[in-house]
Every structure is written in structure tokens, then in C-alpha cells.
């Protein structure tokens, strides 16, 4: 099992530009979220999905939008790009929700 | 939303020996779960250690144990025989029973001197 995996792993935008990231899971977990973690300010919720077809807000969502087509992706999207959006962020999926596991991170910079 | 604060942005402890790191949240909810993840240099978040509020005894997993205060609302992590394996930055985070979302603190950063 590759467990959870993200798409790219590093990215460099400019302002105003548009990207998808794409989180994969081959777990069959039904809960997926989307994190960013800044320095100082620990891992903040931007988005989440309880299942095939849903998503929900989290504590920081403007500017973000997901999808949640398939059951094991779950699409993080950016329509406009904005500087305050460089950030490392991370994907986590549960089953049980006695815990997470996350991808390895994806490293985003916007100038 | 909950608040979960870690009052040490650094610590560091000399190899083998003893540290604790700190955790307080604040919520209104009776059951809970709290966590324990560790994220070294790699930035892979692993989860250390989970302790189920409705459980008095605390959690144990190897070298690391949990201090569960549930009426101080408090939750420390000792990890005993420190390795350098262990210098990550750990993260504190809570989730209600009947919630989806996870909380997470700021984070400490934990230094293990040889």
C-alpha cells in the first residue's frame, strides 16, 4: 500500500496563477482533509470531506476549493494565487478517526 | 473551535535522559480523544501516542507515556531514554467524540543533544 500520497511535491507560482493539488489514498478511508502548516502556527484546516461527494469548511478555507470525486482523491485547488498561500500543505485521511494519516507534504511557493 | 496550546515553541534534552513536553486545550465536551504526532526533518507527521478522555489511565507506547490531567484540561508527553531519533517537532491535537475535525497546537520543537 502506498498509503497517502500528494501531487506535486513541490510547486512555484506566480500571483494571480491557478494549481490543483491532488491527494490519493488506496486505504478506502471515508475521511479526507487538507492542511497547511506555517511556521509558528501549527496545522490549520482548510478543507475536509467525509465521504465520496462531500466537503466541508475547515478553520482557513477562502481562497481554497476541494472536490471529492472518487472516494481515494481528494482535490485541492487554488483559483488565484496569492503570496499569503505559500505554505507546506498536507493531506490526511482517517477510517475510524482515531487517527490520521498523512501525506508527505507539498511545499507551494507564490511570488 | 477547540484550542489546543503548546506554551514551549523549543525544547532540548541531552540523549538518554528524561523531557516532558506540554499541552493544554480547551473545550466543553466530557469525551474527547487527544494526540500525540511527531513530524521530524522530513516532514512526515507520525502519530506517537492517542488517549481516549473516557480512559483514567494514561497512555503508553515504549519510551513515551502521556500525563492526562482531564479536570486541569492538560496533556503532557514524557519521552524517557531520549534518542536522537526523537528530535522532531511534535504536535498536540484533540478531537471531540462526536466531531471530524482534529485540532492542532503550534508545536515544540525538540532538540536531543548527543
Known amino acids: 500500500n502506498a498509503g497517502v500520497t500528494q501531487t506535486p511535491k513541490f510547486r512555484v507560482l506566480k500571483t494571480g496563477q491557478s494549481m490543483t493539488l491532488l491527494c490519493a489514498q488506496d486505504m478506502n478511508h471515508e475521511y479526507m482533509y487538507w492542511y497547511r502548516q506555517d511556521p509558528g502556527m501549527g496545522l490549520r484546516l482548510i478543507h475536509y470531506s467525509v465521504g465520496e461527494g462531500t466537503t466541508a469548511k475547515g478553520e482557513v478555507p477562502d481562497g481554497y476549493n476541494v472536490s471529492r470525486l472518487k472516494k481515494q482523491n481528494f482535490l485541492l485547488g487554488l483559483e488565484s494565487a496569492a503570496p499569503s498561500q505559500t505554505s507546506v500543505y498536507f493531506c490526511?485521511?482517517?477510517?475510524?478517526?482515531?487517527?490520521?494519516?498523512f501525506g508527505p507534504g507539498t511545499r507551494l511557493t507564490v511570488l | 473551535a477547540q484550542t489546543v496550546t503548546q506554551s514551549q515553541p523549543e525544547m532540548s534534552v541531552q540523549e538518554a535522559e528524561t523531557v516532558t513536553l506540554s499541552c493544554t486545550y480547551d473545550?466543553?465536551?466530557?469525551?474527547?480523544?487527544l494526540f500525540w504526532y511527531k513530524q521530524p526533518p522530513s516532514r512526515q507527521m507520525i502519530l506517537v501516542i492517542r488517549q481516549e478522555a473516557y480512559k483514567q489511565q494514561n497512555a503508553t507506547e515504549n519510551r513515551f507515556s502521556v500525563n492526562f490531567q482531564k479536570a486541569a484540561k492538560s496533556f503532557s508527553l514524557k519521552i524517557s531514554d531520549s534518542q536522537l531519533g526523537d528530535a522532531a517537532m511534535y504536535f498536540c491535537?484533540?478531537?471531540?467524540?462526536?466531531?471530524?475535525?482534529?485540532?492542532f497546537g503550534t508545536g515544540t520543537s525538540l532538540t536531543v543533544i548527543p
Open positions: 473545550t466543553s465536551e466530557s469525551d474527547y480523544y
Open positions: 490526511a485521511s482517517s477510517y475510524s478517526l482515531r487517527e490520521q494519516f
Open positions: 491535537a484533540y478531537r471531540s467524540l462526536t466531531g471530524n475535525q482534529f485540532y
